[in-house]
């Protein structure tokens, strides 16, 4: 213990006996590296303020669709940098693959794919009193318009993967109609998962080599 006590004493008695810092030198040294620019990085900073205040001012903390809106606001930003100074070997390589993400973003914000089996089908839903609550309805739902196999011939190994099991509804349903819906939202949501995956692919692959 008594040596451990020795060796802290000795730190900072070297401490206490260094030369005192040169308050020119770092004014200088300060001035090169950073002061002289200074009246430059203001004005970015300005630039960075009036860029931003539209995204910031409608950012809300209750919603993913608002973390992908940061990032994608970012990615739009810096490819739009890169694009125009174009200052290195496959620069544009890495704006098509900014861009591509930019994509990929608005579809997992707008559920593009998870919605898009919506469009080859029509639902009609209805509402009852729930027997055992008669405060809560039961919500009830039929197909009344199926055109669901054009949607899988849009996405054949997806459907097969769906039939052999994928996805988080059970399709083993005797109607018809109501077995082609359930696969048809596996379908959607896988869709919607892959967008996803793809897009956190890429960054993760890309994002270290996004600088110029």
């Not at 639902?123 to 055992?132: A, C, D, G, L, Q």
Request: aromatic share 16%; proline share 3%; hydrophobic share 35%.
């Amino acid at each position: 213990m008594n040596k451990e006590i020795t060796e802290i004493e000795d730190f900072f008695e070297e401490l206490k006996n260094q030369p005192k810092p040169d308050i020119f030198k770092r004014i200088y040294l300060w001035w090169i590296h950073e002061g002289q620019f200074y009246h430059l990085q203001f004005i970015q900073g300005i630039k960075n303020l009036w860029l931003w205040l539209p995204i910031i001012w409608k950012d809300r903390n209750y919603d993913r669709y608002f973390i992908f809106e940061i990032l994608k606001q970012k990615l739009k930003f810096q490819a739009n940098y890169l694009k125009e100074k174009d200052s290195y070997v496959n620069c544009l390589y890495d704006v098509s693959r900014m861009n591509l993400c930019i994509s990929l973003i608005d579809k997992i914000q707008n559920e593009t794919y998870s919605l898009e089996s919506m469009d080859y089908g029509k639902i009609r839903t209805w509402f009852t009193p729930y027997e055992k609550n008669p405060d809560y309805n039961e919500y009830h739902s039929e197909v009344v318009e199926d055109n669901y196999e054009e949607f899988f011939k849009k996405y054949p190994i997806i459907y097969k993967k769906v039939l052999n099991g994928e996805g988080i509804f059970s399709i083993n349903d005797t109607n018809p109609a109501e077995k082609n819906r359930k696969i048809a939202t596996n379908i959607a949501i896988i869709n919607q998962k892959r967008a996803q995956d793809l897009l956190f692919k890429l960054l993760n692959t890309h994002i270290l080599n996004w600088w110029n």
